[in-house]
């Protein structure tokens, strides 16, 4: 049974760098894409980072752009995400996700993504 648990959330002074932490159990997704979503109170899930299965190819949205690092641990079987300069706005329950596709290199579409995790929140206080 494949799981993914992200930690590393709490609340966070604006300007704050935390870093998120999404441990997959069950399956080595050394050759998958992963990637980050997070969801805002009364908004849509949306994109925040991919990175392709041997980590040279990583996509970002634009709001996290040059503040957000995705990177990924082979060893560990763990993805990470390295917030920097962190806003309000940036206020989400952060989701962790993986491709079932080892074709998938990453990018925007939840829908190539093929599991999940819980999610952890990240409140930014200003």
């Known amino acids: 049974q494949v799981q993914l648990v992200e930690s590393g959330g709490g609340l966070v002074q604006a300007g704050g760098s935390p870093r998120l932490s999404c441990a997959a159990s069950?399956?080595?997704?050394?050759?998958?894409?992963m990637g980050w979503f997070r969801q805002a109170p009364g908004k849509e899930r949306e994109f925040v980072a991919s990175i392709s299965g041997n980590g040279a190819i990583t996509y970002y949205a634009d709001s996290v752009k040059g503040r957000f690092t995705i990177s990924r641990d082979i060893a560990k079987n763990t993805l990470y995400l390295q917030m920097n300069s962190l806003k309000p706005e940036d206020t989400a329950v952060y989701y962790c996700?993986?491709?079932?596709?080892?074709?998938?290199?990453?990018?925007?579409?939840?829908?190539?993504?093929?599991?999940w995790g819980q999610g952890t929140q990240v409140t930014v206080s200003s």
């Open positions: 069950g399956r080595t997704f050394s050759s998958y894409a």
């Open positions: 996700a993986a491709s079932g596709s080892r074709r998938y290199l990453g990018g925007r579409g939840p829908d190539g993504y093929d599991y």
